[in-house]
């Protein structure tokens, strides 16, 4: 049986949005269980790495918008990558 589609007006057009349970987890920017995160210190790169390049953007260069939005995507990936981590399985 197919979703139903709810088709929210954005403009000229309609964008499908898919509705049910199915995908309720649709929306997750980083999969945690995706093989390349496996291993422990990718994940950990994933995370620290935005962090450090905030730190660049507002002391090196002087760019206080781009430090935060690399600090804010540096502080979800740590917490979905290491503090969350992958589904035991």
């Known amino acids: 049986m197919r979703q139903p589609v709810q088709r929210p007006a954005c403009g000229n057009f309609a964008l499908p949005v898919p509705m049910g349970p199915r995908y309720a987890s ?6 945690p269980n995706h093989p390349f995160f496996r291993p422990a ?3 950990w ?7 450090a390049w905030s730190a ?3 002391f090196a260069l002087g760019n206080p918008i781009w430090a935060v939005i690399f600090l804010l995507l540096g502080i979800y990936a ?7 981590g992958p589904d035991a399985a």
């Open 45 to 51: 790169a994933t995370g620290i790495f935005p962090i």
């Open 41 to 43: 210190w990718r994940r």
């Open 56 to 58: 660049v953007e507002l």
């Open 26 to 31: 649709a929306m997750q920017l980083i999969d």
């Open 78 to 84: 740590f917490w979905v990558l290491v503090i969350k």
